[in-house]
């Protein structure tokens, strides 16, 4: 199932009108309502896609209700505060009970940003001048944030296990499956690592994780310790598919218009059937591009054929 993400297009002030030209003319079967939808516009534009003949099988979550001020984030679901938590809770539910009157099944978790000594702009900057190497000027910063993330992981992990612990319980009662991210960066929660150990924590319940290569190729630009036999681990985790493309150390580049780390698998296999696939890219992106990258992905995705015994070939 390729669907399209709505930050494609996000909402304007006409409505969904531009969305759903876009992702009916790429071919795709849906939407897949993405971090900057606004849960307030969910019934109008919900019915615009719906009566256009396309699906909405997945929501992020949580999702504002209406547009934040300036200055303002929403709540973290893998914030170190209880309270912060709590509030990113309350949205998270407050989107699974709106999504589940449209067709969502899958919701994609958002665990926030984290906070670490050297900001991110910093490093990717210094990225960017190639001086992130040994004994360049970007090193030593990068080293320090790195060791920051390891020295902080446990307490946002349990951030991470604490959210998904109760949002399971609703999520299962909707018949709705919560996909867990692999962070990009540094500064993103869940690590491949840390998403593993939450898949196993919670296995039985609905969860699963999504393979997104997009980040993945990021975090080797980083300099984060990604193995092979981690990525395959994830691989075979996943149930839900996020195709984009990265550029240094910047992730969401529409399929086709960026660069992917050649190591890493063409897609997981084997591939659940009807299993969603969203094509992310950011809101330049031309009706046409789009298109392009929708076609290549629901290529690649396309059902692998059993193969042909000597019996029945015979």
Do not use: H, N
Not at 58 to 87: C, H, I, Q, S, T
Not at 117 to 126: H, N, T, V
Not at 234 to 260: H, I, K, N, Q, W
């Amino acid at each position: 199932m390729v669907l399209c993400a709505s930050d494609l297009r996000p909402l304007p002030a006409v409505g969904t009108g531009p969305l759903v030209r876009a992702v009916s003319e790429a071919g795709a079967e849906g939407v897949a309502l993405g971090s900057r939808f606004l849960l307030g516009d969910l019934t109008a534009a919900a019915g615009e896609i719906l009566r256009s003949g396309l699906e909405i099988p997945v929501m992020a979550l949580p999702l504002a209700p209406r547009a934040l001020g300036k200055g303002k984030r929403l709540p973290a679901l893998g914030a170190r505060a209880a309270d912060e938590r709590e509030a990113a809770l309350a949205l998270a539910i407050e989107g699974l009970d709106a999504g589940a009157g449209v067709g969502v099944r899958w919701a994609l978790l958002d665990f926030g940003r984290v906070e670490l000594p050297i900001a991110r702009r910093e490093i990717a900057a210094a990225f960017a001048r190639r001086q992130t190497g040994p004994g360049e000027d970007g090193a030593a910063d990068l080293a320090i944030a790195l060791g920051a993330r390891r020295a902080w992981a446990e307490a946002w992990l349990d951030g991470c296990r604490w959210s998904v612990e109760r949002l399971a319980r609703v999520a299962e009662a909707r018949a709705v499956t919560l996909v867990l991210p692999t962070g990009g960066s540094p500064w993103e929660v869940p690590s491949p690592r840390e998403a593993l150990a939450l898949v196993e924590a919670f296995a039985g319940a609905p969860v699963t994780l999504a393979w997104d290569p997009g980040r993945l190729s990021t975090l080797r630009s980083f300099g984060m310790r990604l193995p092979e036999a981690r990525v395959a681990a994830v691989a075979r985790a996943s149930g839900f598919a996020l195709e984009t493309d990265a550029v240094g150390v910047d992730a969401g580049f529409l399929p086709g218009l960026g660069e992917r780390d050649e190591a890493l698998p063409a897609r997981p296999e084997p591939w659940p059937t009807r299993a969603p696939v969203v094509v992310g890219g950011f809101p330049d992106a031309t009706d046409a591009e789009i298109a392009r990258a929708v076609a290549s992905v629901a290529k690649l995705y396309e059902p692998t054929p059993p193969p042909v015994s000597e019996a029945t070939s015979a």
